[in-house]
C-alpha cells in the first residue's frame, strides 16, 4: 500500500470516529433538552442549562474537524488521481 492509500484509509478512520462521536452528542443532546427544556428556561444558571450549551459546542467542534478532514481527504485524492494518471502515461 502506497503512502497516499495509507493516508486516506487513516483519514476515513479519523472521519468514521468523528461522525461517531458527533451522533453520540447528538442523542446526549437530544436527552438534555427533552429532560430539562422547562426547568432550564426558567433558571438558566441551572446545572443541565450549562450541560446543553457545552455538548453544542462540542458537536461544532467536531463538525468543523469534519469538514477540515473532507478538505484533506479531497486534496488525498486528487494527488492519488494524479500518480494514477502519471502511471498510466508510462504504460
Known sequence: MNSTHEGY?????????????IDH???QLRFVWKNTKERSF??????????????????????????????VAHDFRRSFQTEVEEGDKDV
Request: glycine share 2%; hydrophobic share 45%; aromatic share 8%.
Open 42 to 71: 426558567v433558571n438558566p444558571t441551572n446545572h443541565a442549562w450549562k450541560e446543553f450549551g457545552y455538548l453544542e459546542n462540542c458537536i461544532k467542534r467536531l463538525e468543523l474537524q469534519i469538514n477540515e478532514m473532507m478538505v
Open 9 to 21: 484509509a487513516k483519514l476515513l478512520e479519523q472521519y468514521e470516529e468523528a461522525q461517531a462521536m
Open 25 to 27: 452528542m447528538a442523542l
